[in-house]
């Protein structure tokens, strides 16, 4: 017994760490040799930083922007950059650059894709697409007209388990995913609510579920599902650090019950604050086999359905699947990504690979991965599950925009 649970762990193990042939099982870009170089524009000097454009060899970092000079200068440095501009409007004024990426606070995403967008740029911007539903209209509708290419620059989708769980769904191992949900804890995110003098940044009071894309994309990049209903609950303690918010917030967190088109459940949960271990993770539950990602500094683990049968405390009868440690592959080192990128990076290594398929989906001339019916099933769901929430817990329909 215990001679066959050894050999099929090493089984197990052989296969996550195998290679395959990964560019068309999982459907995003494998690198591959053109000469041509892509002239981007970099915008937001804090996130920005972390996303390896000058690796890339088919971009070049024709200019950056920020508001701030000290920003502006650590773009400069960062990206081997001569060129920087005091706005995006002047940025956009640049004949050279073809393509933006934007880092700029949550509330500006909407109005700078579309001013971008119309200037002729194609787009890249950080999570999440919009804050309201009549701003997903609109960039859906700017999208379309301009016929440019827009990414929503999304982590979970290129996370190392959401890649692994993708790559299993795709060869059938879970059977049916009944179920699923995804939990993203940030607690502490109040340090950001203010600058050092004292004036509140965009985060101030920000509804957990207007961010929920470090959530929802856990599911939909695997499976594709859409969520169409929601009922969702608020938390709050009635924090002074709450009061006079500008989106009139009372949740620190939020837990969203969704229901997708396929009929099955995903639970979604939020949080800012309390005694919960910070991370960004997901559960697919399957009648063959489940798959639990990791939480900080633990593994990642699979349990399978066997023919073994055993009793609960009770003596009555229950079936006893197997639980094991799952060791997955490190995607970042694979020909997934150009050989300049193999390296670790933010937010489980995912952000070379989102600079990479942004610059390779416009120099293939193909959809990204995250184009913009995807950016927005991934943001829509958060604004109506807040809406829920305000409503304490109605349930409410999703739109579409597929």
């Known amino acids: 017994m215990r001679e066959n649970l050894l050999n099929r762990r090493k089984f197990l193990a052989l296969s996550a760490s195998t290679g395959l042939a990964l560019s068309s099982r999982f459907a995003f870009a494998a690198p591959f040799q053109s000469e041509r170089k892509l002239r981007v524009g970099i915008v937001g000097g804090r996130f920005g930083l972390g996303f390896f454009f000058n690796e890339h060899p088919n971009c070049t970092v024709e200019a950056v922007s920020d508001l701030l000079p000290d920003r502006r200068a650590a773009l400069m440095k960062t990206y081997q950059c001569t ?22 606070p949550a509330p500006d995403h909407a109005r700078h894709v579309i001013q971008s967008l119309k200037a002729g740029k194609h787009v890249l911007c950080a999570v999440p697409a919009a804050l309201t539903i009549e701003e997903c209209h609109e960039v859906h509708k700017t999208v379309k007209s301009t016929g440019l290419t827009y990414m929503m620059a999304e982590t979970s989708v290129f996370r190392g388990d959401t890649i692994t769980a993708k790559k299993l769904y795709k060869e059938g191992k879970f059977g049916t995913i009944f179920s699923s949900s995804a939990q993203y804890y940030h607690p502490g995110l109040e340090v950001l609510y203010f600058e050092k003098d004292g004036k509140p940044t965009w985060r101030h009071g920000l509804p957990p579920m207007l961010y929920p894309t470090h959530v929802t994309a856990f599911l939909i990049a695997v499976t594709g599902e859409r969520l169409t209903h929601v009922t969702c609950q608020g938390w709050g303690d009635d924090s002074p650090m709450l009061k006079g918010n500008p989106y009139k917030n009372p949740f620190w967190n939020e837990a969203a019950f969704f229901r997708t088109n396929q009929g099955n459940s995903f639970i979604g949960e939020v949080c800012w604050k309390g005694a919960l271990v910070g991370c960004e993770r997901g559960e697919w539950r399957g009648d063959k086999m489940s798959y639990y990602s990791q939480y900080k500094h633990n593994e990642t683990h699979i349990v399978e359905a066997t ?96």
């Open 83 to 104: 060129k920087s501009y005091e706005s995006l409007e002047k940025l956009l004024k640049d004949p050279k650059i073809e393509a933006v990426a934007l880092f700029t």
């Open 307 to 402: 023919e073994k049968k055993g009793t609960d405390d009770g003596g009555f009868s229950i079936a006893e699947p197997e639980m094991q440690i799952y060791k997955e592959t490190v995607w970042w080192k694979t020909d997934l990504l150009p050989a300049p990128m193999r390296h670790d990076s933010g937010h489980g290594g995912s952000h070379t690979f989102i600079t990479h398929e942004f610059i390779d989906s416009i120099i293939s001339n193909r959809e990204p991965i995250v184009n913009i019916r995807e950016a927005l099933a991934y943001t829509a769901p958060g604004i109506i599950a807040h809406e829920s929430a305000l409503k304490n817990g109605e349930y409410l329909k999703i739109p579409s925009f597929d």
